[in-house]
Every structure is written in structure tokens, then in C-alpha cells.
């Protein structure tokens, strides 16, 4: 497909780059691109949709919005942030991804991130499962019984939910609890051979927070501080992010 | 140890039973603690390493010259001084703490300096090319580029540090070479920064010739292949494809850094340091510190490669200099040169010394054998070996040979005459023995380096070279040089800023100069200038300049002035000027000249020049914003290397870049809303200018990279507009930009200096500027003696370049004027009028005119004084009646005799 010319000079007009420069410290550095490439040299989604974040933040300088907004390349980054960890200029470009994914409608935003988040805005779980508080202590109290009758060594095993005064707070992976409860396991055996005094909270114990990838800024908050004020109730000093 | 005692024999080092690393060779190796940093040092003397010293005492036994002090401290020295210079120089960028480079942690991920150390002769390898960790010849070698420079993120080094493309260039050249079979050499970088006099050229054969690759990319992540120590390197490569290579080792190309203890230095002394520890001076003052009577140089100043600091050093000395030019001629210790013995009447004694040169030789030619081989030759009395004859202790060694053997005839078989004859005559010299008792065989850079695949039929012509070389000794005879007064005025010519900063330092330290500029008045191409980089104004500069240059009455200024007649010799030049508008002629006497013609922005034929006026260039740019702003300007393409990087100017234009840098940053100042395209190949903002680029950046100038073979185009609009197109280099998409105005940074081309070059015999490249005696060792010095260079004459640089070299070259100038008389080669042409047939092939052949048709005596003469001694006439001397001294006919039929001898 022999693609039209891209159009540039004449009169300044304003472009996304600069909308999303407003909103970073530093502007993210997104004018500083060198096109050293160093980003997609180490991006896991580089070459999906033939596109990386070289020329992800390409288009953005050269003020190819509606390229930008269309491509659906803004949902395969992981925002694991190794382009900003080498990048010469400490470019944020995960932030340039997430502004664009918030600039998305909401119902349009893919399908999966979109029910994952709506799910874990459900009930006070936190869980992109859907899960209630009530069913998540179920599975930790019968999985725990479970533990401690077939193995004797571990028949003093803790897995306390909303215990207060912890010194740590665990959250969780929601689909453990509900597709394979033996993974939860190990990790209780970890902190209780070390001794740690830990809960997990039967509100905001869903470790993984959809909305945030979703770019719903108010959903993410909320999760957040769901969470956040359920580990301050119990007066736990640690939060331990299992995600 | 005592550096006076020490003779550099080495016996504690051998006996040492510590070892430690070796800093020197990168901890490739290990040393003793009794230890010399390398075989060259000076002074050649050992030392202890405290650290690693047990004090077992056994090098003091041990030691015959009594140098060990073990009790040695340390002590503080005072010494009265009328000023300093800082030259502390910096240290290569510690990549240690970029995790994702594994240096430290895979064993074949070395740097630049350790690469460095490998391939020296002197080095952990003795120059074979290993890798560390199987000590096998690598197949492949990958050099990744900007490791500590232009990068604000993990080691906020912003500057670029200006030698590294360079230096990788030159190693993966070296590396080819040193290993004979194929090696893939490949060069990641982001812009290739080859933009010094010739490096343009030395880049495209590393590229074209050597096949070294050049991959515009920054790798990411570096991981090693478990089973083989090979390094795995992913990489999205200019097309968007991520590709992965593997290589046998990896060479960061690490920057320059100043250390930590020069920064403590700068403190103690007061002396102000910008952002990036580097000695803040103003472009118009290129060396002076913060405070006042302190000068800097080299990379303290600002990164920079080897000619830039050596010119740099000279200008600190010149400033240094002026500040106690009073003092001049105090205080002086002159060499005590022996009175020369008469060997006249003496058979050949002849002494032969060969050099293995570290391995440069002695790793092909099997030296103790040539030294053997040597022994036996009519009149050889004594040979040696030496691992570098020219190191300071075997001159002390030669000389204790010369006169224990009675030599009176040294031949030294090693490098080059041009570089090291000078010394080795000092030599016999210093034992009473006539200089040109002395004869050189080069049996490395004709011999060693050249037959390195075949050692034995290089062994074989080291022998006949030796032999050829003890054939010519036998026959030298003792000559007289002459001595002749200087003549202390000066002549410059060119006032620009170079040219007037050079006489401005002369006539501060009180010589007479004479300032030719062929304009009406003073200023050069820097009238057409505005502003520097930095935002230092020009013009104000300008005017400050003249006016000193004008009030200073050592300094006689002769304007609209041309050159039309020259002659003489260094130390007593006689120039003939036609000045002002009547022409008027005068001759002037002078010891010196430097020459300082300049260079001129070139006039492009490319994209509309001629045919648009919105089609202009960055100088008229520069003029456009001065008068009328940058109001009405929506859209600017700027289009780098224009008449430079091409098949007509190979070279480099240096300045180019920055001044797109600058003039794109102006119009954002003037105009933020302006949009601003550069349209580039490298974009070379070398050493501190980097930040103008990143700043161009931040300000929304964007850059798209173009090569040689897709470049872009320029057509105007039907509404009047330029369109400009190009392919995106990241998208790969064409883009087609509507602009009111198209700035061409055309590159610089030299002044018209033909008529000047062939009246004063002074040689140019091909790109008509001109050249130096040395490129790194004399980067100020003509070849011709006496004769300097400074400024854009020498090639394309900024004002502040053209500032220290102008100094630079005033500082090589009074190192001239300040003596008296000098000695001049006893090499000249002499004719034996008695078999002349006065045919005058000579008068017409000489290229310097000095041999002369003497009408009263009727014979032809040479002027010993002012013959150049290159021996056109006695070449051409049809009758054979010229005789070059030191190079007679039969000092030059021997050695072909003594080749054939032995058959060929």
C-alpha cells in the first residue's frame, strides 16, 4: 500500500505531544528523542501492529495524532518501563502510551482490560475475578485446613485475613483463589517458616489493578486507595505488593 | 625509589616476589610492586607500590645503583611561579554501574582503554588481539558507542566526548589489521562524529575500504552465551527490525570524564568549573581560567582530541608566557655539547644498534640475529639489541658505547629518520662525534609492518637494509652547520581573528610584527557573523580586537595588501607586498610568518540557491534574524552538509551542524511557534556544543536524518511556499514539509591562497587549506621552518578553535624569535664549477630558486643558507657536477652496491 505523505511546516497548530508534556514533570523529556532506538532495541512489543516506541513517539512529534490515537499498539505496551531505564534521555515514553489510552472512549478500550477493571469495581474485593470478600475468606480459610491436616509440619500455619496490627499487609492475585488455590500456598509457608507477622484484608486484597492499564484515572485511584486505607486500618506498617 | 639514582635496569622488578594488578593494561595483567608504568616512562625510573609492598627489602639488596629509600614520604615543595597552567586531563567513564552493559560481569565486555591496551605492543598481549576470556582471537567485535556521553539518564553526562568515534574507527582498524584472517568489526552508534581536518576521509576507509560497519543503533541490553563467552546483542536496526548478532567481544567506547581530584584541585585554586567539571572559559578566551594568570588546556577545558590539545597547550604557554614575557632569558641552563672530536683521519669505527621496538619488529625479525649478522660487516666494531633504542636509558647506554668502543659511526636500524635522526645525532652529538656521522635503516615501517605474514624474508631484508645502511656509514664525512642570525619581526598574514590574535601575542611579548590583510580593513569572515553558540557577541568582540590590534605599536597593520614576491629563509625571510590602492611596494625583513588566509562560507548550486530568494544560507540566516527577527516565519527547513560530505568536498565542513543548532534555537527565542526542520546525515555538535543540541530539542526543533543517496528535495509551491521532501528515517514514510524559507548550511571552503602558496612555496591539501608538519605532534607548524598556521587556513573551526590556535601559533613563534641565531643543515648542494658546463638545468629545476648564474665570475652558485637541501639539482645535473652533502653519489651507490653483493 503506497501510504500518503506525511504533512508538516506550516502554521503551528497544537499537537497530543505537547497536551501530554503539560501533565509530566519535565514534560517526560518527550522532545529529547535522539532516535537512538535503545528503546526498541529492548521493548518486548516491538515490531506488533510494525510498530515500536521509536516510532510510537515519532508520530507523536511529528504531530501524527489520529495515527497515534488509532494504533492499536498503544494496548500491547506492558509498561514494564525498560525503554526509560536505558533511554539517553530518560524519556517517559509509558506515559506518552498511557495518555493515549486515556484518550480512547471508554467502551472502546479492549474488551479484556475493560471487564477486568469493571469487575474489580463490583465490590469491595478489588478483584478483577469478580470475587466478594466473603468467598475470598472461604477459599483462604479451606485451603489453609486443608494445608495444615496433610502436612504436620505445618499444622501452625497462618493465613490471617483482616488480622489487626499486622506488621505486613499481602495482597493477592485474583485468580489464585478462584482457579488454582494451591498456588496461594506457598507463599503462606514462606512467611510462616520466617515467622512474619502478616494479613491479608478482606477488602482491597485484589492485587492486580486493571483500571490503572485501562488508563481510567478515577478507577485506579479508587482501587488504590481501597486497598491502600484497608492496610492502614488494620495499622500494618509494610504493604507487600504481590503483583 | 630515587628517580636520579634509578637507571631503569629493572633487577627489582624481577626479584619482586608481589604481584598486583596492573592498572596500566586495565587489570589485564598482573605487575610487580617494584614496577615501571610502561617501557617509554619518563623519567625511566621504578617505583614501589606502597600498597602492595611487603618490605621484604629483597629489591634494596638487590639494587646496585642504591635507589631504593624505603623510608621515602612524601613532601610538600614550594615553588614561586608568575603563572599556572591546568592541564590535568580526565579519565575514561567508568561503565560499571550501566547493568545492562554486563561490563565487570562477562569478561569479553571490555573498554575502549582496554582494547586500547590490547592492541599495544607494550600491552597485555604484546598487540595480539585476544579476549580475556580464552585468550582467543576474536571473530567478530562490536564498539557501542556514547557509553558515559550524551546521556542524561544514567550518568547525566550531557557533553558529547568528541574522540570517541574516532578512537573506534582507528581500534576496529587496528584490529583488522593485527589479526590477518576475517573479522567483523561493527560500529554501533547514533552519528558518526568524524568531523576533524581529514577525518571525513579516514572514516569512509575504515567504512569502505576496511568494511568496518556502521549500524546507526544503541543497543539495549547486552547478555553472554553461556557455553562460549560470546556476547548476544538485540538491536532494532534503521528499518525497524529488531535484529540480534553475536559477537566475540564488546568494546564500550567510554567518554572522557574529569576526575574527582581535578575537581579538588580547580577548588583549592580558586578556578571556576561549569556543570560538567570542566574549566569554564569564555569562546573568546579559549584557555584563561576564572583567575586571573591561571590558563587550562586539553580535555580539562573541554573534550577534545589529541591535535586540539596539543594546539591548546601551546596557546596556554603563550598566555602563560606573556604574563612574564619581562622575565624572558632569566634562569637559563643551556647544554654543554662537548667539543667534537676529529675523526677525520680515522678509520670507520662503526657501532650498530637494532631496535625491536616492543614487538613492532622484534615480533616478525629475529633481531638477535640481524644484530649477529651485523657484527660481521666491514668496520662493525660493536652491535646491540634494544627493546626501544630510543628510550632515554639506551641513549645513556649508546653513548658509554661510543666511547668505550671508540665508535665514530652510529648505525641505528629501527623507524623512521623523520621522526627519530634528530635524537640519535644528539646523541653522537653529546660524545664529541660529528652528527652526521650517522646512518638509519628502517626496518619497521619498510620492513616489519609490511612483510608481518612473512617473518623470515623479513629477517632476511632487515639484514640487508643493516648492510646497506654500514656501507653508507663507512663512507659519511664530518660536516659544519651554519650559523645565522634571526631576524626578530614577524609577518602575518590574514587579518581575521586568527591573524589578529596571533599578532596581538607577538606584540604583547614585544616582537615587531607585520599584519597583512588583503581587505580594506580588519575582521575577516567574522564580519559576517553575529552571534557565537554560547550568545558571546561577535561583532563587539570584533571592534575590541581591532582597536588593540591597531593601538598596539609593535603591531604595523598593512591593509588592502597583496603578496607578490617572497624569498629568504627561516629566521631571515624577505617578503615583497604591494599595499593599498595605489599599490605602493615594500619589502619586509622577518624571521617568521604565519599564515592565517582563512576560509569563506561556500555558495551552493544545490536546491534552488540561485533561483529562490527564500533559498539562502545559515550566514544570511544569522543576517535575516539580526535585521528583521524571525516574525512571518511559520516553517524553516534547515538542510545539513550542502557542498561538504560529498564527491567534490569529501571533508567535513566542523561547523555546520552548530550553526544549524544555533540559528534553529535563535528562531525558537524570537519565535516559539515557528516550526523548525533540520534535515541531517550526522549531526556533529562535538563536546560541549551538545547541549545546544539537546536544548534545539527540548525547544520542538525536529531532525529527520537523510543519506548520501536519498537526499532531499526542494521545489517550490504554486502558492509560493517550498515544499521539501524527504523520507522520515524512523517511519520510513515520506514527508513532504511546507516551508517559508529553506536554510542551507553550506560548508566552508578555503580562501583563494593560489597565487600565495606558489609565490611562498607553501603546501596545500587538496581541498586548498593548509598543512601542518605534524597532525597530532605539530599541529601549528608548517613543514617549512619558522613557518606557522592558525585559524580556519588550516581547516574549517569555530572562533574559539581559531582563538587558541592563533595563540597557539604565536606561543611556536616566540619559541623562535626568542633565540638569537640558529644552526642551519650542513645538507646543501654544492657545485664543482670546474666540470659545469653552465647549462642552468639546475637554475630552472630548483623549486625553491636558489641556485644563481653569477655573471661576474661567470660560474653557477648555491646559497648554502637558503638551499633547501632536497637535491633536485643534483639529480638533474646532467654533468654530475652537483654533490648533495650527506647524500653524495657514492654514500648513495654504496648501498645499492652493498645490496646487490649479496644477490637479491
Redesign the interface.
Known sequence: MA?E????????KSIFLDQVKELLPDGGNL????????????CPA??LE?M?P??YL??A??GMDEELKSSLWTWMCTMCQ?C???????IDIPQLVFNVRASWPREDRPKGILGSCDMALRNDSGSAMGTPPEDFRFVVEDVLEEYQEAQPEFKDMEAPIDKQGAEFFLNQNSREPVTEPDEMVPLWKILNLVGANWTYGSKGWGGENYCLFLADNEAWEHLTRLTAKQADDLGCKTYLNTE | MDPAKCTGCGECARHCPVAAVNEINQGFDDRRAAYIEYAQAVPLAYAIDPDACIGCGLCENLCIAKAVKYDDIERETTLKVGSVVLSAGSQGYDPSGLD?LGYGKYPNVITSQGFERILSAGGPYYGHVMRPLDREEPKSIAWLQ?IGS?????CGNGYCSSVCCMYAVKEAMIAKEHIHGDLDCAVFN?DMRTGGKDYEKYFLRGRDKAGIRFV??????ITEVHETGDLKL???DET???QEEIFSMVVLSVGLKISDSSVDLAKRLGVELNQYNFVATNPFAPVTTSRPGIYTCGVFQGPKDIPGSVTEASAAACLAGTDIAAARGNDITTVEVPAEIDVTEQEPRIGVFVCNCGINIGGIVDVPAVAEYAAALPYVVFTDQNLFTCSQDTQEQIKEKIVEHKLNRLVVASCSPKTHEQMFMETLEACGINRYLFEMANIRNQNSWIHSNNPEAATAKAKDLVRMSVARAARLKTLKEKIVPINKQGLVIGGGVAGMNAALRLGQQGFDIVLVEKEARLGGFARKLHHTIEGEDVQAYLEKLVQEVTANEKIKVLTEARIVGFEGFKGNFATDIEVGPEKKLQTVKHGIIIVATGAKEYTPKEFLYADSDRVITQVELGDRLEEKGAAGL??V?MIQCVGSRNDEHVECSRICCQNAVKNALHIKTLNP???V?VLYRDIRTYGLLEEYY?KA????V??I?FDSETPPAVKPSSDGDLL??IK????R???????DLVTLSAGMVAEDTDELSSIMKLNRNPDGYFIEAHVKLRPVDMPGEGIFLCGSAHGPKLISEAISQAQAAASRATTFLSKSEIRLSAITAKVNTDNCVKCLTCVRMCPFGVPAFNTKEEVIEINEAICHGCGVCACVCPRQTIQLSFYEDDQIMCKIDALLAEGM
Open positions: 501510504e505523505a506525511i504533512k508538516l511546516g506550516g502554521k503551528k522532545n529529547l528523542c535522539l532516535t537512538c532506538g535503545a528503546c526498541s532495541s529492548g516491538t515490531g510494525n515500536d521509536r516510532k515519532r508520530m512529534a511529528l525498560r526509560v531505564y536505558v533511554c539517553p534521555m530518560k | 545492562y556514547c550524551r546521556d542524561t539518564n544514567r547514533m546507526k543503533a544503541r543497543v539495549h541490553t538485540q538491536y532494532t525497524g527490525e529488531m511559520d516553517s527547513v511557534d515557528a516550526h526542520y539537546t530539542r527540548e525547544k520542538g525536529i531532525f536524518r521539501v521532501t522520515d528515517h524512523i517511519l514514510r515520506d514527508v513532504e514539509i511546507r516551508a
